[in-house]
């Protein structure tokens, strides 16, 4: 009778304990997403629908821009003559993903000279335009991996090689320069993301 004693207070410690203890944290999808971002560089034969695609940009464009002044600007590519000449030598995941992704930047902008309303706008050098893309560049990797997608940021700004293939492949103008091309389909392998936590990488205060 007395280890029956026992039993029971020991189990009614062991709840009042895990009652007290904090609690999990419940999933976060948001986060959930970033941590399971990966690059994927290799895809199946199905394309992507027009919604998924139009999901991609809208990501894209709600990302971060200095001053709004949105400079970024998309070509989607999925006929396989321009996939094949953005791919060059080097790219045969840009080949063979269904959807190609290429986010430029306009390196110019119409603007009034600072602290003058009233002025005639002038063209500009936007210096933020690379920032602005990479915000955008992000936001669409992460909607992929949200939406079941595969992709992978291949870098194209500041190689003049890699920035006159891809000028010359989609005519673009002179005031838009391309900026990465971001490969889009579903997986065929199981990527893994990579663990990049390094607490030694940060510095609180003060370097």
Known sequence: MKSVRILVLLALAVSAFVSCAPKQEQGNATLDTIFARKSV?????????????????????????????QPWRFVVVTDQAVKDALAGPRGGMIAQAPAVFVVCGQTTMMMRPFGQPDAEPVETANPNWTADCAAATENLLLAAEAIGLGAVWTACYPYDERVSTVREALGLPENVSPYCVVPVGYPAGDDQPKDKWKPENIHYDKW
Do not use: C, F, H, V
């Open 41 to 69: 560089r290799s895809y199946t034969d199905q394309k992507l629908t027009q919604d998924q695609i139009e999901t991609l940009l809208r990501a894209a464009m709600a990302a971060p821009t200095g001053m709004n002044m």
